[in-house]
């Protein structure tokens, strides 16, 4: 790569003296990420040519920045992020004035960020991971799940043809863990094996690439907060953007990430876009999930046909699709957050986006095979040969 390609990022406590930012030699910007008790709330980029910015400058761009999420924090309905819908009525832009006109943006945010209580024994999540082959990976994401150990009740580590000693080394040594072999190849199958082994009603699944949030767990649980919720997804970010083909997948690809305002996707939602072909993929990474055992019971669990190792991705948006065509709602919580290691190879990137159209276009025949939504098929062969070309083009493969 071109030692202009790189991104530095920068994670930034709103609640603590801001910094100046600086340049970096041999990166081409530097994305700030802006946080307040734990919380992402904007985020703000800057060319290399822009920097330094002092911390006067600093603080005068950071309101507009975070006004649309703390809009959604503070008054909830009318700031909530934006639903990918069609249609002849767009969605009403939220008027941020009365949030800019605050004389204290972040002093009303405390109560509205305050972490949930942890939940009594046996309450707690099941947390699920599968991994095949990625030791140092798996290590990095079980020491990130200790902090969150309150609002955990078990981890599952599900090897998936790994060289089981090694992965037993490393499960030996968290106290909540258990491991548990699938020798059968395939993401939805080892997602499959460890929901049948799970104790608890509330299934968190992450991947062994990620590393999630101190407090990923309490965060992703609290997002339950209504019956008719049977999944929650939430925000991934990127560790690094060092490499061009990292840079292209987050910047260029549009990343994992859905914003940093909350979102629910109900029935009407998914009535509205049916006749278009329901864009589930838009609910979040299966990276960053968690659902309800009750409803695995009710809609059936990740059809093994799908994913990696299968048809290549999308095991975790068809699975959403059931649930909103049985009616039941889907949130989008930005405040549950884990981070994932991209793709640094362009090798990677490229098989990575063909498991991705590959996988895309199995789950759109599935989901037409099941419910005779012919959307899926509208969407199959107009909207996707549409949209990879434009995000091919873009990316100048």
């Not at 072999?181 to 799970?198: D, K």
């Not at 986006?353 to 025949?365: I, Q």
Request: hydrophobic share 45%; glycine share 10%; with cysteine.
């Amino acid at each position: 790569m071109t030692a202009v390609t790189a991104w530095r990022i920068q994670h930034i406590d709103l609640g603590a003296e801001l910094p100046g930012l600086e340049r970096s030699p041999g990166h081409a910007g530097l994305t700030a990420v802006l946080w307040l008790h734990g919380v992402p709330l904007g985020r703000l980029d800057y060319l290399d040519a822009e920097l330094p910015v002092p911390a006067s400058a600093l603080a005068a761009a950071i309101p507009r920045a975070i006004a649309p999420a703390v809009g959604d924090r503070l008054f909830g309905r009318g700031f909530e992020g934006a639903l990918p819908l069609r249609g002849p009525v767009p969605p009403s832009e939220p008027d941020l004035g009365a949030i800019l006109s605050m004389p204290d943006l972040l002093g009303p945010l405390k109560d509205a960020l305050a972490l949930p209580p942890a939940p009594t024994e046996g309450q707690g999540l099941s947390v699920i991971i599968c991994t095949r082959d990625r030791p140092e990976h798996l290590a990095r994401c079980l020491d990130s799940l200790e902090p969150g150990q309150p609002w955990i009740g078990e981890i599952i580590v599900v090897d998936n043809g790994s060289r089981p000693e090694a992965v037993r080394a490393l499960v030996a040594n968290h106290p909540k863990a258990r491991y548990v072999a699938e020798p059968r190849p395939g993401l939805s199958i080892a997602r499959n094996t460890g929901i049948r082994q799970a104790r608890h009603e509330i299934l968190a699944f992450t991947d062994d690439d990620v590393q999630v949030h101190p407090d990923w767990a309490a965060r992703i649980l609290a997002g339950f907060s209504t019956p008719e919720t049977m999944c929650v997804t939430g925000l991934v970010l990127p560790t690094e953007l060092e490499t061009e083909a990292q840079v292209v997948f987050e910047r260029e690809l549009g990343g994992f990430g859905q914003g940093l305002q909350r979102m629910c996707f109900d029935a009407a939602f998914f009535a509205r876009m049916l006749r278009y072909g329901v864009p589930v993929w838009r609910i979040g990474a299966g990276a960053n999930m968690a659902i309800r055992r009750s409803a695995l019971e009710r809609v059936g669990a990740f059809d093994e046909r799908l994913g990696a190792g299968a048809a290549g991705c999308s095991e975790d948006s068809e699975l959403w699709y059931r649930l909103l065509a049985a009616g039941w709602t889907c949130r989008y919580e930005p405040a549950a957050v884990v981070f994932h290691e991209h793709r640094r190879e362009w090798q990677e990137l490229r098989r990575q986006m063909h498991d991705y159209m590959r996988g895309h276009v199995a789950a759109l025949l599935v989901q037409y095979a099941q419910h005779r939504h012919a959307g899926n098929l509208r969407r199959l062969a107009l909207s996707i040969p549409h949209h990879y070309a434009m995000l091919l083009a873009r990316a100048a493969f």
